[in-house]
């Protein structure tokens, strides 16, 4: 089963085969004008240039083509050549009707996909600014598994640079060492208590670093000794992440956001020499200034893209060479046919860099996609990247907490979830928290900026993720109350009448939605879907009977449809990273 447009492109694409042209031609997409038509086809404006044909007279040899089908209620020629087209009412029950897996197909691909979505530093504070690539990635890792592709997020953290350096110098200084190597981390209080520390110690250790440039150079003499294995700096090393893996975590597990992998740049640490060592072999990489670099630039490129440095002067490794030793992991281990990095649009020219060494050494083979896919930034009302109100960075943890405050205030002016216990209730508050903060963000098309704005967000109105929690709710209940009625409809006749109709056109829609996220690894697709059904549910909740529709086989008919709109909303609010609540 494929999506009703999908289906109509092959019969048309048939069609257009007849008149000797290519069957692409015949690609079927959802009108732009459902007043006229509910479905267009294109392909005559651009098959008259092959034809060497008026493109009306091209349309019209496909129309006569198709005129014998009886899926088709309307096939007409409209403007210049565009070839409008509705089904029939018989066509939609039976697509309904014979509906697997909401007409999604599972892709033949078997190969592995890595998605790279994390990139949290090892003992400092989750902020906002780790937001983007969590939900983005998270979702798109959920949409592909559900396509039937196989796979791995991972989580890749920061663990490895100066910064550990500093913070690692500030314990040994400080001759306070023992804090970490002696802590248990069996024990809860100990870590939260280390995390605290480490939220206050790393900011001292880097500002002191960054004014004063002997401690500076400490911290990079640090960082190679660590990469070295020295102790003890290794071992400090070894407990300050593992501590701050399990607050990672917990963050992560607050936001709803899943990882396979909770690998770093150290867990790749030991393919970096023998990687540099081949380059060398290869010719590729040479010594410039005390650095071992290799040369990215290419013959054609109209920007300057300056060397990869692979080791620094003084053996220290760059965040270009873990990623390419990474990348050498990934393909050793999983074989990868993708490697998709979600992450910060502003890291371009850095990922242009890596894939081009990663290419001109062969470490990837042709046919393996290398893919930054790069979003825009999270922005406060003043169009400026998102802040406290003290203008300082805002943790994660607090961002929830505060639009689980916001929703429990939505909650209660709205007068919604005001029958159901506490604990139920605090549990629907933080489900439309994390709609709203999930909803805002994968709604924009992932390059571009945004305005958080947690008012606006978290409104039961608009186009938020509170706004189609509750319309699934809404529908939920409408369910349960036909049970508690004790009416059975899961085996009723689909009956389509007019105003059934957009309906189950738009429940046809999904699997296109569905492929638009996939191929650009862009959940706001999925989201522009959900809204514009939620939207026609609740049009067509206010316009027609259901529960009391007098007529029993229209009112089960309308009953299942209403079942099937809110199995589809469930479903794809999960691949965007939500939990529908059970009532609100």
């Known amino acids: 089963m494929t999506s009703i447009a999908q289906d109509l492109s092959k019969i048309v694409g048939a069609a257009f085969e007849a008149q000797n042209l290519p069957a692409d031609l015949g690609l079927v997409r959802a009108s732009d004008r459902p007043d006229l038509a509910q479905f267009q086809c ?9 034809a060497k044909k008026n493109p009306r007279e091209v349309a019209q040899s496909v129309v006569d083509a198709l ?3 009886d899926i088709f209620s309307k096939i007409e020629i409209a403007g210049p050549g565009f070839i409008n087209l509705n089904v029939t009412d018989a066509y939609l029950k039976e697509y309904l009707t014979t509906l697997e897996n909401f007409g999604v197909e599972p892709t033949d691909e078997e190969r592995q996909v890595v998605l790279d979505y994390g990139g949290p530093n090892i003992a400092k504070a989750m902020h906002v600014g780790h937001l983007r690539a969590a939900i983005i990635g998270d979702s798109v890792r959920r949409i592909m598994s559900f396509k039937g592709y196989k796979t791995l997020g991972d989580v890749h953290m920061g663990d490895w640079g100066t910064h550990m350096g500093m913070l690692i110098g500030d314990y040994m200084r400080e001759d306070e060492q023992d804090i970490v190597l002696n802590a248990d981390l069996k024990d809860a209080a100990t870590v939260q208590s280390l995390m605290e520390d480490f939220a206050v110690r790393y900011p001292k250790a880097s500002g002191a670093a960054k004014a004063n440039s002997d401690l500076m150079q400490e911290a990079r003499d640090i960082t190679v000794k660590l990469q070295d294995k020295e102790e003890p700096y290794y071992s400090i090393w070894q407990k300050i992440r593992e501590v701050s893996v399990e607050g990672m975590k917990k963050t992560y597990e607050h936001l709803g956001v899943e990882f396979d ?21 290869k010719n590729l990489a ?17 920007k300057e893209l300056p060397p990869l440095i692979l080791k620094k002067s003084d053996g220290g490794v760059m965040y270009g060479t873990t990623d390419c030793a990474t990348i050498v992991e990934r393909v050793k281990l999983y074989n990868p046919v993708k490697i998709v990095y979600i992450v910060d649009q502003r890291q371009s020219l850095h990922f242009e860099q890596v894939f ?26 003043d169009g400026k990247p998102f802040k406290t109100r003290e203008g300082g960075v805002m943790r994660l943890e607090d961002l929830i907490s505060m639009a689980i405050e916001k929703a429990t205030a939505r909650l209660n002016d709205a007068n919604l979830a005001s029958e159901i216990d506490e604990a139920e209730r605090a549990d629907v508050a933080y489900k439309v928290a994390i709609a709203a903060i999930k909803f805002a ?30 319309q699934t709710v809404r529908i939920k209940s409408l369910l349960d109350k036909a049970k508690a009625q004790n009416i059975v409809f899961q085996d009723a006749d689909l009956i389509v009448k007019e105003e059934d109709r957009a309906l189950v056109l738009l429940l046809g829609q999904f699997p296109d939605a569905l492929t638009l996220a996939i191929g650009n690894y862009a959940p706001h697709h999925l989201c522009e879907y959900i809204f514009k059904l939620a939207q026609a549910f609740s049009s067509f909740y206010g316009n027609v009977h259901i529960l009391s529709e007098e007529n029993e086989a229209l009112r089960n008919s309308r009953l299942l449809l209403s079942q099937n709109v809110a199995a589809l909303m469930e479903q794809a609010l999960k691949l965007l990273g939500m939990t529908v609540p059970a009532r609100m």
């Open 356 to 381: 081009r060494a990663i290419r001109k050494a062969q470490i990837v083979s042709d046919n393996v996609e290398l893919t930054h896919a790069g979003f825009g930034t999270m922005n406060g009302k």
């Open 261 to 281: 992998l909770w690998k770093g740049e150290a867990d790749v640490h030991d393919y970096i020499d023998p990687m540099v060592d081949d380059l060398k072999a």
């Open 286 to 302: 040479y010594i410039s200034e005390g650095a071992c670099v290799i040369d990215v630039a290419e013959d054609g490129d109209k």
């Open 441 to 470: 963000d994968l709604q924009n098309q992932r390059q571009s900026d945004y305005i958080f704005d947690l008012d606006r967000l978290t409104s039961f109105e608009g186009k938020t993720g509170p706004y189609v929690l509750y």
């Open 67 to 69: 005129s014998n089908n």
């Open 42 to 50: 294109n392909g005559a404006m651009v098959a008259a240039k092959q």
